[in-house]
T-cell receptor, first 114, second 108 residues
Framework: NAGVMQNPRHLVRRRGQEARLRCSPMKGHSHVYWYRQLPEEGLKFMVYLQKENIIDESGMPKERFSAEFPKEGPSILRIQQVVRGDSAAYFC????????????FGPGTRLTVL | DAKTTQPNSMESNEEEPVHLPCNHSTISGTDYIHWYRQLPSQGPEYVIHGLTSNVNNRMASLAIAEDRKSSTLILHRATLRDAAVYYCILMTGNQFYFGTGTSLTVIP
C-alpha cells in the first residue's frame, strides 16, 4: 500500500450532501481504479481512469457519481446528494502501465451517511 | 457475477502450509488470475498472479490447473500476519472481478 494516498480516511455526510474522495497515486503512476466495498463483501469495480481520460466507467452508478483524474493533482470520486446506501469503504488503486499491471491500493475512505 | 468461487473461510495452524482453492470455470484464454489479500481496515495487497504456468514469489506460490478452470494459492508456512481475506480475481478486459474471498484464520 505504500505510496497510494487517500483522503479523508473517514468522511461523515448527511443525506443530500456531497462527498469528495481524493486519491493520490504512486509517483509515476498515471492509471487509477476506484472500487466500492460494502460490509462483508468484496470490492466492486466502479471506474478506471487514465490522466485526463475515463477508460471504463461501466461500474459507476448512472446518477450522482462522477470521477476525474486531471493532468495535475489527485483523482477525485464525487458523490452528489448522498444517500444512506452510499455508506461504504471506497478504495482507489494505482497502476504504472495500466491494463494488466499490478494494482497498488490505498488505505481507503470510509464514508458514513447519516 | 464474481466469476470466481472460493470457500468462505479456512483455518491453518501456524508454521504449516496453506492451500487456498479457487474455481473459475468461465475463464477465457486471455484472463489473468490474480490473488490479493486484505487485512482488516486496510486496502487489498497484491500477492501473486499468473496466466498458465505455475508462479512463485517471495510471498506465495500459485498453482494453475492445466485446463485453467481452477487455481490454488499456496502459503508455504503460515504466520499470524497471514491472517486476512484472500481474493482470487480474474482480470477481464479493464476490470478486476473480486468475489467475497476466503477468510483465513491462523491458529497459534
Amino acid at each position: 500500500n505504500a505510496g497510494v494516498m487517500q483522503n479523508p480516511r473517514h468522511l461523515v455526510r448527511r443525506r443530500g450532501q456531497e462527498a469528495r474522495l481524493r486519491c493520490s497515486p504512486m509517483k509515476g503512476h498515471s492509471h487509477v481504479y476506484w472500487y466500492r466495498q460494502l460490509p462483508e463483501e468484496g470490492l466492486k469495480f466502479m471506474v478506471y481512469l487514465q490522466k485526463e481520460n475515463i477508460i471504463d466507467e461501466s461500474g459507476m452508478p448512472k446518477e450522482r457519481f462522477s470521477a476525474e483524474f486531471p493532468k495535475e493533482g489527485p483523482s477525485i470520486l464525487r458523490i452528489q446528494q448522498v444517500v444512506r446506501g452510499d455508506s461504504a469503504a471506497y478504495f482507489c488503486a494505482s497502476l504504472l502501465q495500466g491494463f494488466g499491471d499490478t494494482q497498488y491500493f490505498g488505505p481507503g475512505t470510509r464514508l458514513t451517511v447519516l | 457475477d464474481a466469476k470466481t468461487t472460493q470457500p468462505n473461510s479456512m483455518e491453518s495452524n501456524e508454521e504449516e502450509p496453506v492451500h487456498l482453492p479457487c474455481n473459475h470455470s468461465t475463464i477465457s484464454g486471455t484472463d489473468y488470475i490474480h490473488w490479493y489479500r486484505q487485512l482488516p481496515s486496510q486496502g487489498p495487497e497484491y500477492v501473486i498472479h499468473g496466466l498458465t504456468s505455475n508462479v512463485n514469489n517471495r510471498m506465495a506460490s500459485l498453482a494453475i490447473a492445466e485446463d485453467r478452470k481452477s487455481s490454488t494459492l499456496i502459503l508455504h508456512r503460515a504466520t499470524l500476519r497471514d491472517a486476512a481475506v484472500y481474493y482470487c480475481i480474474l482480470m477481464t478486459g479493464n476490470q478486476f472481478y473480486f468475489g467475497t474471498g476466503t477468510s483465513l484464520t491462523v491458529i497459534p
